[in-house]
């Protein structure tokens, strides 16, 4: 199984400043809920084109983690071809090795897959992820203290969902009503670029 894909990342959170996961620390408030959405600007798995398709994650985790139930859905581009569906579920899900598979534990098992209507829209510095009928996030990255570059995490110490440096930015809002809903608004946010491939 070999495979390759690039593109953009835009991740959100329940967190009120920076993911704390990130660092090693426990979440803010009862539970965590993140959503990652993925654009494929170019990429293959064992020959089959995946450029131009579109990937979501959706996980919540409680507090409790002696029971720690994690909910993870994972959202497939419907416009993908049967032969794409299985080669994105493959990699966004960490089967298919790289980077993924070291972070897929700590993301959970996942629990749906589905086949879903999603846009990724990047307009300057402001991200939009939406998922039709279940999730619609807004957020734009944050400017430095310098007033022009990016805030930029480059070395966390525990976990990424990308293996770039993360731009700090914020999620102005966040609507899912999928596997279980969730509102919030002015939380964490992280947008950059993403480059998986396999071992």
Same mark, same amino acid.
């Given at each position: 199984?070999?495979?390759?894909?690039?593109?953009?990342?835009?991740?959100?959170?329940?967190?009120?400043?920076?993911?704390?996961?990130?660092?090693?620390?426990?979440?803010?408030?009862?539970?965590?809920?993140?959503?990652?959405?993925?654009?494929?600007?170019?990429?293959?798995?064992?020959?089959?084109?995946?450029?131009?398709?579109?990937?979501?994650?959706?996980?919540?985790?409680?507090?409790?983690?002696?029971?720690?139930?994690?909910?993870?859905?994972?959202?497939?581009?419907?416009?993908?071809?049967?032969?794409?569906?299985?080669?994105?579920?493959?990699?966004?899900? &960490?089967?298919?090795?790289?980077?993924? $598979?070291?972070?897929?534990?700590?993301? +959970?098992?996942?629990? /749906? !897959?589905? %086949?879903?209507?999603?846009?990724?829209?990047?307009?300057?510095?402001?991200?939009?992820?939406?998922?039709? &009928?279940?999730?619609?996030?807004?957020? $734009?990255?944050?400017?430095?203290?310098? +007033?022009?570059?990016? /805030? !930029?995490? %480059?070395?966390?110490?525990?976990?990424?969902?990308?293996?770039?440096?993360?731009?700090?930015?914020?999620?102005?809002?966040?609507?899912?009503?999928?596997?279980?809903?969730?509102?919030?608004?002015?939380?964490?946010?992280?947008?950059?670029?993403?480059?998986?491939?396999?071992?």
């Amino acid at each position: 199984m070999s495979y390759h894909v690039e593109g953009d990342y835009f991740e959100s959170c329940n967190c009120l400043i920076t993911c704390r996961c990130t660092f090693g620390t426990t979440f803010d408030g009862d539970a965590c809920d993140v959503f990652i959405g993925w654009h494929i600007s170019r990429g293959q798995k064992d020959g089959v084109d995946l450029g131009d398709l579109n990937v979501t994650l959706a996980r919540h985790r409680p507090r409790d983690l002696e029971k720690d139930q994690w909910l993870v859905e994972l959202y497939l581009d419907e416009q993908a071809s049967p032969d794409q569906s299985a080669a994105l579920e493959s990699i966004f899900s &960490g089967q298919a090795g790289g980077h993924l $598979q070291v972070v897929a534990p700590r993301i +959970g098992k996942v629990t /749906a !897959v589905r %086949s879903s209507a999603i846009a990724f829209e990047k307009t300057g510095k402001a991200r939009r992820l939406r998922v039709a &009928g279940v999730l619609d996030v807004e957020g $734009q990255e944050l400017v430095g203290m310098d +007033g022009v570059n990016p /805030a !930029v995490i %480059s070395n966390p110490t525990v976990w990424a969902g990308a293996t770039q440096p993360l731009r700090q930015g914020k999620a102005d809002r966040i609507h899912y009503a999928g596997g279980w809903t969730f509102d919030t608004s002015d939380t964490n946010s992280f947008i950059t670029e993403f480059k998986y491939e396999s071992q």
